[in-house]
């Protein structure tokens, strides 16, 4: 039999609360792009070591962003290129 206290915690834990991996999810991309402070990086690591499927989702990430670099290529536009799309940026904001 579930008691009151039971019932709102399970009702607060739904809504308000972030889960674990839901927390890693967040912040992957941070750790990802090596933009994660260093307490965000010990709690990924410290969570992938235990959680495969967070684990998994970050080697998937690691390699998505590897197959991508690897097939792009920096390109130098000329100055005036890069001044006109500033400016029609900078119009439609």
């Not at 039999?1 to 967040?26: H, I, L, P, W």
């Not at 998994?56 to 100055?79: A, N, T």
């Amino acid at each position: 039999m579930e008691t009151e206290f039971t019932e709102v915690y399970q009702r607060m834990s739904d809504e308000g609360k972030e889960t674990e991996c839901e927390k890693v999810a967040n912040i992957l991309d941070l750790v990802i792009d090596g933009e994660a402070s260093s307490d965000e990086q010990h709690y990924f690591n410290s969570h992938i070591e235990e959680c495969v499927s967070c684990f998994e989702s970050h080697q998937k990430q690691k390699l998505l962003k590897s197959i991508i670099s690897g097939h792009l290529k920096r390109v130098i536009v000329p100055e005036q290129l890069a001044h006109s799309i500033k400016v029609r940026i900078q119009e439609t904001v």
